[in-house]
């Protein structure tokens, strides 16, 4: 593993979310593994943490989670702007191979059997929290989130330092079109 990547209190890992990015969804089952692209994702609840994901019942990747019972959230960052729209534009129901021409390299950290992206600034580890009502009629999975790390380049101590880390390592935020924002400067109000 990445000397950068360390764990995130779970009590903290909404704050990995909590700014909107777009994220790289990851599971794997039966020796099978994809990652697809996802604006529609947020934390749902503090204790215990929980997300919310939107899974397309074409996509690849939903019946891995379903089969599975676990997916990983990842932050993908500017450095991964072409890989996103790439797992995000070509299922592996097409193109089989989707994940290296994207070149997407999986790792895993101990304890999980669940492929993380390696080069993200965030990774959440969910364990499916069921209610097939919403995930046949909504598509909208819900997640506990087990563990999670982050980049400490980038986050640390309970929250993201996007100002001070190099701009490679921002946030994306998809809008359409193969259109993507980084994440700007921070602006704070008095308190």
């Known amino acids: 593993m990445d000397q950068h990547?360390?764990?995130?209190?779970?009590?903290?890992?909404?704050?990995?979310?909590?700014?909107?990015?777009?994220v790289l969804v990851s599971a794997a089952h039966g020796g099978v593994e994809n990652v697809m692209s996802a604006a529609w994702?947020?934390?749902?609840?503090?204790?215990?943490?929980?997300?919310?994901v939107v899974l397309d019942k074409a996509t690849a990747t939903r019946p891995l989670v379903e089969q599975s019972g676990y997916f990983a959230l990842q932050?993908?960052?500017?450095?991964?702007v072409q890989l996103t729209y790439d797992v995000g534009h070509?299922?592996?129901?097409?193109?089989?191979d989707k994940l290296a021409k994207a070149g997407v390299q999986l790792f895993r950290v101990d304890g999980y059997d669940v492929p993380l992206v390696a080069?993200?600034?965030?990774w959440l580890i969910c364990k499916v929290i069921p209610e097939p009502r919403n995930e046949q009629v909504y598509d909208?999975?819900?997640?506990?989130?087990?563990?999670?790390?982050?980049?400490?380049?980038v986050f640390s101590n309970g929250h993201w330092?996007?100002?001070?880390?190099?701009?490679?390592?921002?946030?994306?935020?998809?809008?359409?079109?193969?259109?993507f924002y980084a994440i700007g400067e921070v602006v704070v109000a008095k308190t």
Do not use: M, W
């Open 41 to 52: 994702s947020c934390a749902l609840d503090f204790a215990p943490p929980k997300v919310t």
């Open 90 to 96: 070509t299922s592996a129901l097409d193109t089989p």
């Open 119 to 122: 080069g993200s600034s965030a």
């Open 140 to 153: 909208l999975f819900i997640g506990e989130v087990v563990a999670a790390y982050a980049d400490d380049r």
């Open 161 to 179: 330092h996007f100002e001070t880390a190099d701009p490679s390592l921002r946030s994306l935020h998809y809008i359409a079109g193969g259109t």
């Open 5 to 22: 990547i360390k764990p995130v209190e779970l009590a903290k890992s909404y704050r990995l979310l909590n700014h909107g990015p777009t």
């Open 75 to 80: 932050v993908p960052n500017v450095s991964q």
